[in-house]
């Protein structure tokens, strides 16, 4: 497939979180399948890293903290049909948890967010406290540990793991968003639709070699490649409006304890329509 085509917005620099749920936009890159200078790969990208200037697909438990500066364009994003990459670690099962510390392990603000709105309502446990540096006091005594990424494609060693994208499905109906499109709000509509058409280009040519992408992936990380290709055959590359709920509801049940704002940023169209919060 050819490289994504450039418009007359290449100053605008792409931020790509680089992780295991988008590796089929990120591994073409770094394997030299297509050949653009305006995406940039950077693992664990927060709120923090765009700056207004810039546009970005980052995992959408960050957004509500750009939302004065950036809309959301659902023409692009990456959404998790009832299984993914976002786990919770028990020593038993997790109906014999009762109250536990939750030790947060090296995951994203939308893993953590998900892990707090399934916690209590879902598997009946109570947060007793927070905390994500292994070292911390109380780390070695958590009974919940949470995990994405590569590692939460890898069984325990002893235990039990529940995959968090299900458990929201089976909770609310509805799919996990893990990541959107954020664009600077002063961002014209053809730069927005050019930045789109070449995002979808990047999608199509790692769809198209995805057998690729995962067999690059557990040979780098030893992993079961039936176990991803479950995980990345079910993704959806955008969003339609149940997702949107969806992403409302997890801000709504999973922001509690946390300083993280609630209020999404403007969804924008391609050409500029704004079809609601």
Do not use: K
């Not at 995406?39 to 939302?67: C, H, K, W």
């Amino acid at each position: 497939m050819s490289a994504p085509a450039r418009g007359n917005n290449d100053h605008m620099q792409v931020f790509l979180d680089d992780t295991l749920i988008t590796a089929l936009l990120t591994l073409p890159i770094r394997e030299g399948w297509v050949d653009t200078e305006r995406f940039s790969r950077q693992p664990g990208i927060r709120a923090s890293d765009v700056a207004p200037e810039n546009a970005a697909l980052l995992p959408a438990g960050e957004m509500s903290a750009l939302a004065g500066s950036h809309a959301i364009v659902p023409e692009v994003a990456v959404v998790c049909d009832g299984v993914g990459a976002i786990a919770m670690r028990t020593p038993v099962r997790p109906d014999g948890v009762e109250a536990s510390i939750i030790h947060l392990y090296d995951v994203s603000r939308t893993a953590e967010l998900l892990l707090r709105a399934t916690l209590r309502p879902f598997f009946g446990i109570t947060a007793s406290e927070f905390v994500a540096d292994a070292s911390a006091e109380g780390a070695a005594e958590a009974q919940v540990v949470l995990v994405e990424g590569i590692e939460a494609m890898r069984n325990p060693e002893a235990g039990f793991q529940e995959d968090l994208c299900r458990a929201w499905f089976i909770l609310t109906g509805l799919r996990l968003v893990s990541h959107v499109l954020i664009v600077p709000i002063a961002s014209s509509d053809d730069d927005v639709a050019t930045l789109v058409r070449d995002l979808r280009q990047l999608i199509d040519t790692g769809v198209e070699r995805r057998r690729d992408v995962r067999m690059a992936l557990a040979a780098d990380n030893d992993l079961d490649r039936d176990r991803l290709a479950e995980v990345t055959n079910r993704l959806r590359w955008s969003l339609e409006r149940p997702d949107v709920d969806s992403l409302q509801m997890l801000f709504a049940r999973g922001t509690w304890g946390t300083t993280v704002p609630r209020t999404m940023p403007t969804l924008r169209a391609a050409g500029g329509d704004t079809p609601g919060r």
